[in-house]
């Protein structure tokens, strides 16, 4: 049998063993199919992976200009890995079942942490349920930079009549890690919260995303 090359090893191993057998540095190898000269497909994944600390999350908000700073990953290469995680980022969002039944603030989280998780910039988004406090449907409001993003009232509320709210949450992410709430977060969501009455809307719960965790305004007692 003629020797398999370095970087068909990956593919082989992914046939006969299946895909938990493989490293992550084999999986992003099998994705960008060559190396270079001087390394192979999987010593490139393992370069890119120690790139970020060997964290996964932390690859997974790269740009594809940030991944085209590595020797041997082009424009190509680079499309490829970040198509991958983001299949795999709507695959978890897909999870969320529009029957989810929301009880507290950690509903929300779970519900909504697949696509906060891996962002490097502001989103805004709501969450509109029917008057037993199911989910009828997540929307994306406006997406931002770095620093920001804008909240919409008339957005916000068109949205939700549409689709027929009884209430609705609203959620933003900080892509800063931090999770206290800026006095213009409180002050749109005050505003929003006085809107939704007029409107027998009631606004429910702002929460603010990070990562890993989250703060509710109204189990903050801000709102």
């Not at 068909?8 to 270079?36: C, F, H, Q, V, Y």
Request: aromatic share 6%.
């Amino acid at each position: 049998m003629k020797e398999l090359s370095e970087n068909d090893r990956p593919r082989e191993k992914l046939i006969i063993d299946g895909r938990r057998s493989l490293t992550a540095a084999e999986l992003i190898a099998i994705l960008i199919r060559t190396g270079t000269n001087n390394e192979n497909a999987v010593e490139l994944g393992q370069k890119v992976l120690y790139g970020y600390n060997n964290d996964l999350t932390a690859l997974s908000q790269a740009s594809v200009q940030d991944l085209c700073k590595f020797s041997g990953i082009g424009e190509s290469k680079a499309m490829i890995i970040v198509t991958a995680f983001e299949l795999g980022g709507r695959r978890n969002m897909a999870h969320g079942s529009q029957y989810d039944k929301i009880k507290s603030s950690l509903d929300i989280y779970k519900l909504m942490y697949p696509v906060f998780s891996d962002l490097n910039h502001e989103e805004f988004w709501i969450v509109i349920l029917n008057k037993a406090n199911f989910v009828k449907g997540r929307f994306m409001i406006s997406k931002g930079g770095v620093a920001g993003t804008v909240a919409d009232p008339k957005i916000i509320f068109k949205t939700a009549l549409e689709h027929n709210a009884a209430s609705i949450i609203l959620l933003h992410n900080h892509p800063s890690g931090n999770l206290e709430a800026s006095e213009e977060d409180i002050m749109i969501t005050k505003k929003l919260i006085a809107a939704g009455r007029l409107l027998d809307l009631p606004v429910l719960d702002h929460l603010i995303m990070t990562n890993t965790e989250y703060t509710s305004m109204a189990d903050s007692r801000i709102i």
